[in-house]
């Protein structure tokens, strides 16, 4: 994928953190692409509901193309090539980013 669209969600194979192995999951994009290698920053997203105290459920998952009732898990936030995003299913909602973001400044403690 060439362009990533801030906030927009899209296809990644995200990796386990206890093996080695990695499952296609959805993913919004919390940052443009940084150097070279065109890095972005990641939080994965899960229909299972808010488990931390700092992920962020989202109000309009239709909007953001996803499937069922979701939450950002910016507990797991990573960076990745631009390049392995595949398609993008759709961009969250600005009340969502709003939350998003708050989240995000209490997890990095900004």
């Excluded at 999951?25 to 692409?33: A, F, T």
């Amino acid at each position: 994928m060439n362009k990533t669209s801030l906030y927009g969600v899209y296809i990644l194979h995200f990796p386990f953190l206890d093996i080695a192995e990695s499952k296609l999951r959805p993913v919004v994009v919390v940052s443009r692409p940084y150097g070279s290698h065109a890095v972005v920053a990641v939080v994965p997203i899960s229909s299972k509901m808010k488990s931390e105290p700092v992920d962020s459920s989202l109000s309009d998952w239709k909007e953001a193309g996803l499937l069922k009732p979701s939450t950002a898990r910016t507990h797991r936030l990573t960076t990745v090539l631009q390049s392995k995003l595949t398609r993008q299913l759709g961009s969250i909602s600005a009340n969502d980013v709003i939350r998003l973001n708050e989240s995000l400044r209490k997890f990095l403690e900004l």
